[in-house]
């Protein structure tokens, strides 16, 4: 079973920068797809970037340029670096980690993001 936890949100001014982070345990795949995505009330939950477990890389268009996906191999964490933050960036960012071999998709309980002046 894995584990996915978020942090690292919480509110900023436009133009502000947050890091969040998701630590992951449990038995995890050599080969995954681990993820942020983010949810507003009423709306779907949205692909905002990811990453391979080969290292390729994909951003929604919104957030490219302002967003970066990395990880810690060592420390089984992922994170996404913010910068130049919007109001519409405001969400509930979820982390997910998706087994290929498996195919079996895990996630994390979220973290909120507000943007506001």
């Known amino acids: 079973q894995v584990q996915l936890v978020e942090s690292g949100g919480g509110s900023v001014q436009p133009g502000g920068s947050l890091r969040l982070s998701c630590a992951a345990s449990?038995?995890?795949?050599?080969?995954?797809?681990m993820a942020w995505y983010r949810q507003t009330p009423g709306k779907e939950r949205q692909l905002v970037a990811s990453?391979?477990?080969?290292?390729?890389?994909l951003y929604a268009d919104s957030v490219k340029g302002r967003f970066t996906i990395s990880r810690d191999n060592a420390e089984n964490t992922l994170f996404l670096q913010m910068n130049n933050l919007k109001p519409e960036d405001t969400a509930t960012y979820h982390c997910n980690l998706f087994d290929v071999r498996a195919e079996l998709s895990h996630w994390g309980q979220g973290t909120q993001v507000s943007v506001s002046s």
């Open positions: 449990g038995t995890i795949s050599s080969l995954y797809i």
């Open positions: 990453l391979s477990s080969g290292g390729t890389t």
